[in-house]
Structures are given as C-alpha cells and as structure tokens.
C-alpha cells in the first residue's frame, strides 16, 4: 500500500525557563502511515504525541528530521489541500455559530457557495449537530465541541485525517457514536491517525500502531503482531466453596456474598478446581479466559521506557 | 481570497467584543462633552468644540486599535484556534494580513460613525457641514492603520497586557519625538547630535498625521504634506507589517 505519511528520525527540543534549559521532546521518532488504514499512536501524556502531530501539521518546525505527508513537506499547500486536523480540547471562536465556523473554514479552501451550504449540512448531520446549526460555539458543551471540531477537519474531504484524542471527553454514546463516525470514514478510504492514551479506543478500532514513549517510538506493528493470543490467567466466579480450600488454585481477588472471584494461572489448576467444585457441590458461576490486552503490553512498555 | 476570509472573520470577532461598544460608548460621551466644554470655555468655542472633538476620535480610535489589536494574534495561539486554522493551507504570512485587514476594517468603521457623529454636532452648532474636518479625521485614520500594525507586531510575540503597554508607548514616543527636531539644533555639532539624529530617525514621528491644529484653525496647508503623510504611514506600516511576518513567520506554536 502507498505510504501517506513518512516520518524519518524526527527531533525536537523546547528551550524552558527564564535561563533557558534544552528538554528533548521527541528524541528520534520515525513511524509511516500506509493509506486507507487506522493508525493509533500511542502513549502517556507528556510522551510527545501532540508535539509529533504539531511538526507534522507545520505548527513547529523540527530540529532534525525529516517528514513527507503524501510525498510533499509539511508547509506545502499541496500536503496541506489534503488533510485535516481535530486538536487535542479543541477551542474554536467561540463568537460563530456551528455554520459560521464551518462556513469560514470552508471559504479557506475556496469552496462554491452552493457546494459550501451543502458540505455545511453533510458534515452537521454527519456529527449529529443538525439542531446546534445557528448556536453560537460558546454555549456548546465538551462534546458539542469535538463534534464540531470533527465536522470542521472534514471541510476539504481530505485523504488524511488527525485526530488528537479525539474521543476524550465524551460520554459513552458520544465515544461510541464518534466511534462509528471514524470508523465509516475509513471506509470510505480515507486514512486516519489517531492519537490517544485511551487503549480501549485503538484497541477497537486501529489496524496499526506506534507506541511512543519518552520522545521515542519504542514498538510499531500491526495489532496481532503485538498482542499476542496466549492466555494470561482465567478469572473464575464460583460460590459454595471455603476460601481457604482455595489459596493453593489460586488468587483470590474479591469476595461478594458467597460468590469468589478467583484468578487461576495455570490450566492444570482448572481442572483441580473444576474438580474440586464437583465434590463439595459449590457452583461455578462463570470462567473467563484473559488474553493479552494492549493494556498490559503498553504497561509492561512504559515501565521499561 | 483566504487573506479575505480571515480578514471577514476578524471583523466579525472585533464586532461581537465589548470592548469596542464600550470605548465606542465613551468617544460618543466625550464628543457629547466637547459641547459642554465649550460652554465654559472662553474664546471661540467652535474651535474647541472641533479640537476636543477630534482629539477624542484619535485618542479612542487608538485605544480599539491598541486593546483589541494586541489580543487579536495572541488569543489565536492562546485558545488554540491557530492549531485547525493554520493547519489548513493558509501561509502564516496571509493570516496576519488577514487580521490586519480586518481589524483595519473594524476602524474604519468604527472612524466613520465617531466622525459622523462629530459632524453632526459641529453641524449643529455652526449650521454648517465642514468637509475639510473630514481630512482631519482621514489622516487620524491613517495613523490608526499604523497603530494597528505596531499592535499586532507586538502581539506576535508578547501577552496582551505587555503588548498594550509597547504600542501604548510608541503611541506616546511617536507624538513627542519631534521634540529632539528641537533638540538637535540646540545641540552642538559632534557624537551627541549624532546620536539624536540617529534617533529621530529610528523612532516614529505620528505628528505627521496630525492636521488637527491647521485645519480646526481654517489654515492652509501645501498638499505636499498630506501626500508625505501619507506616503510616511504607507511605508512605515509595511515596514512594521514584514517585521511582524518574519518574527511570525519562525515561531512555535507550543
């Protein structure tokens, strides 16, 4: 597949304090992005992510390194026709309606004024936002905003998209609701990179994904190349049975009523208990296996980092 | 057609601020008040009804060029709208004309109607309608567009706060340093003077705008004045404009 956006060895450091002090803020970072996928970058706050994005999109400019959005420098008008960008906590003027907004956005890339009244409605109903069309941007809520911000990004119906966090601080129908919205622009083959320290998010819905972290993209892959299948422990509901039989099976996690929760590690351990619950006549009320998760994959990341 | 865009947004942000009606609120009082003024005062009073007058449209129109002028850069990058905005493909150079103009457009506006309310009530008290204040209020518009220049330069790179108080100063620099004009030819010739031309010349000289005096008082003036005047506000407000570019041009918006 083509390569949308390459970024090769990218470095870049921030003078702080009133004598000024070099902190390092990416420290070597490379990653490329293939067209039509879901890429989810990844990593704690303060890693480097938003800084990344910032010389990405030409709103700082990099100490070293280089980076190619479809082939062209981040100032060129040519990467720029292409691609839109949702802000972490996004503020817009506050002093436009959702339609201005859109509106001005839209007299930026030239657009007709036929074709802009329509694209304004598209997008709008795209993000559910028909009903906030004339509300003034200042009395929109957390969500309204990113909403908007969304709608705004699309203005150009570009082939790039950035999203910074671009689920935070929705409720769980909105996460849900931008979600799918995400989900059917890659679809329509647009490719996306998202930013986020929210795992469950990229776990759902990226296909690859760089984790950052310290300044420095330390894993890069597919999901399943990452994750792997093997069955970590088996968490186990079961009621009827005296904890103390249990300690040699397992660890016991939480007790509520009679019922056990137990985390078994190994699967001969299963089988005892299984066994086990049979004589004494207890009930076992569910058995999970649990895999690996991202989550455990980006823990185990940043404590080595 | 982009630079247009950002200048109509200006405008229609600098248009929905407060501020503007407020100070706008106090030039119209005050032009009430130059009335009241020549009520007391002895002398002719049409003279101080146009000299208070006018001088009330200049000192407000430099207060909305200087309180809304120095926000107008730094709450972009502040509140994070230059992120989305200059991400599009807009050079940064065209968003700052953009802001320019439309703060620019914001004066003009804001000009006319001062002045046509300083018409009015010269109107009312003459019984006549004096064109040539309209020259007066002309050129107090033109040193605005400089004014306007020297805000959003500052606030390219400083707080709001800080960059009122530098444009505030070059406002007040630029009407006294024609003092060292004086100054220079009381000075004896050597490394002194030298230094005081150096410094007229560098430092601006905003009493080239200011026909007040001649024209409040009816005298003649070589028309070769106002087109240096002119020229003088064109220039010196590019020259301002491509510093702000450049410094604007390198920076970061962390």
């Not at chain 1, 970024?7 to 009133?18: E, M, S, T």
């Not at chain 1, 949702?86 to 839209?106: S, V």
């Not at chain 1, 320290?197 to 300044?215: K, N, P, S, T, Y």
Request: glycine share 8%; net charge positive.
């Amino acid at each position: 597949m083509a390569t949308v956006l390459e970024i090769d060895n990218l470095y870049k450091a921030f003078k702080v304090g009133f004598i000024p002090k070099k902190r390092e803020i990416l420290k070597g970072v490379s990653l490329s992005v293939a067209a039509g996928e879901i890429f989810g970058y990844l990593g704690p706050n303060g890693a480097g992510k938003t800084t990344t994005l910032k010389c990405v999109l030409g709103l700082i400019f990099p100490d070293r390194g280089k980076i190619a959005i479809f082939g062209h420098p981040p100032l060129s008008a040519k990467a720029r026709e292409n691609l839109g960008y949702l802000p972490e906590n996004p503020y817009f003027y506050d002093y436009l309606t959702a339609a201005e907004f859109l509106d001005f956005y839209a007299q930026l890339f030239g657009l007709k004024k036929k074709d802009k009244e329509d694209k304004i409605a598209t997008l709008l109903r795209l993000v559910g936002m028909e009903k906030a069309r004339d509300l003034q941007l200042r009395k929109f809520s957390r969500g309204m905003l990113q909403r908007v911000g969304l709608a705004q990004t699309l203005i150009n119906d570009p082939a790039l998209l950035f999203l910074d966090e671009p689920l935070g601080g929705l409720d769980p129908l909105g996460r849900k609701e931008l979600r799918d919205v995400i989900v059917r622009l890659k679809q329509e083959g647009k490719t996306i990179f998202l930013c986020s320290h929210i795992l469950q998010d990229i776990e759902m819905i990226c296909d690859r994904v760089a984790i950052i972290v310290g300044g420095r993209v330390i894993s890069q892959g597919t999901l399943q190349s990452l994750i792997s299948e093997r069955v970590l422990f088996t968490e186990v509901t079961l009621s009827g049975i005296d904890p103390a039989d249990l300690i040699d099976l397992g660890e016991p996690v939480s007790t509520l009523g009679d019922r056990i929760l137990l985390k078994v590690f190994q699967e001969d351990n299963i089988e005892n208990l299984m066994a086990l619950v049979r004589e004494r006549r207890g009930r076992i009320h569910s058995l999970v296996p649990r895999t690996e998760t991202l989550e455990d994959i980006f823990v185990e990341m940043v404590r080595q980092g | 057609m982009k630079i247009r865009a950002i200048a109509l947004n200006t405008f229609k942000e600098a248009i929905r601020d407060r501020i503007l009606y407020l100070l706008f609120f106090f030039a119209a009082v005050a032009l009430a008040f130059s009335r009241l003024l020549a009520v007391l005062a002895v002398g002719d009073r049409v003279k101080i009804i146009k000299d208070v007058g006018l001088a009330s449209i200049s000192i407000f129109g430099v207060l909305m060029a200087i309180l809304i002028g120095t926000g107008l850069v730094y709450k972009e990058i502040d509140k994070k709208t230059i992120y989305t905005l200059l991400s599009k493909p807009i050079q940064r150079w065209q968003f700052l004309l953009g802001k320019f103009f439309g703060l620019v457009l914001t004066l003009l506006i804001m000009t006319l109607a001062m002045g046509l309310i300083f018409l009015v009530i010269v109107l009312l008290h003459t019984g006549k309608l004096e064109g040539r204040m309209l020259l007066a209020i002309l050129f107090i518009f033109l040193e605005l567009v400089l004014i306007t220049a020297v805000a959003i330069l500052f606030s390219c790179f400083s707080t709001p706060i800080l960059s009122s108080i530098f444009s505030l100063s070059f406002y007040l620099i630029g009407h006294l340093s024609w003092g060292l004009e004086t100054l220079i030819q009381k000075t004896r010739s050597g490394t002194a003077r030298m230094m005081i031309r150096g410094f007229s010349a560098i430092l601006p000289d905003l009493e080239n705008f200011n026909f007040k005096t001649e024209i409040v008082h009816g005298l003649a003036i070589d028309p070769k004045f106002y087109l240096f005047s002119a020229l003088y506000g064109l220039v010196y407000t590019l020259f301002i404009l491509a510093l702000a570019v450049l410094i604007f041009k390198k920076r970061d918006f962390v």
